[in-house]
Nanobody, 123 residues
Framework: QVQLVESGGGLVQAGGSLRLSCAAS????????MGWYRQAPGNQRELVAA???????NYADSVKGRFTISRDNTKNTVYLQMNSLKPEDTAVYYC?????????????????WGQGTQVTVSS
C-alpha cells in the first residue's frame, strides 16, 4: 500500500501565494509520475500540473506562468508553488501518484489519490 499525505492548503487573498506538498510513503518501487488535480464545487476534477519521473512537466493552461510543480525524489515528495492566486483557483486540491509497487513475483502499477486539501482565494 502507498499513502499520500498532502499539506499546505489554506485561505489566501487574491494575488497571494501558497505552496502545497504531497509526500508518498509505503511499498514504493518507482514513482512514475505525480501530479495535482483540483475540484471546485459543481465542477469535474481537473488536472492542474504533473511531473513525470524524467522531470518533464505539464500544466493546465489556466495556471501556466503562475504555478510551478517540482519534485524531491529523495523524499518522494511533490510540491506545487502557486503564485498570483485568483478566486477561480479556489478548489480542493488532490495529489495523485502513479506508482510501481514491487511484488513477490511481479511488479504492479497503481494509481493513488491523496485526501485533498482546501485552497480558498478571496477577492
Amino acid at each position: 500500500q502507498v499513502q499520500l499525505v498532502e499539506s499546505g492548503g489554506g485561505l489566501v487573498q487574491a494575488g497571494g501565494s501558497l505552496r502545497l506538498s504531497c509526500a508518498a510513503s509505503g511499498s514504493i518501487f518507482t514513482i512514475n509520475s505525480m501530479g495535482w488535480y483540483r475540484q471546485a464545487p459543481g465542477n469535474q476534477r481537473e488536472l492542474v500540473a504533473a511531473i513525470i519521473s524524467g522531470g518533464s512537466t505539464n500544466y493546465a493552461d489556466s495556471v501556466k506562468g503562475r504555478f510551478t510543480i517540482s519534485r524531491d525524489n529523495t523524499k518522494n515528495t511533490v510540491y506545487l508553488q502557486m503564485n498570483s492566486l485568483k478566486p477561480e483557483d479556489t478548489a480542493v486540491y488532490y495529489c495523485n501518484a502513479d506508482v510501481t509497487v514491487r511484488g513477490s513475483y511481479v511488479d504492479r502499477r497503481y494509481n493513488y489519490w491523496g485526501q485533498g486539501t482546501q485552497v480558498t482565494v478571496s477577492s
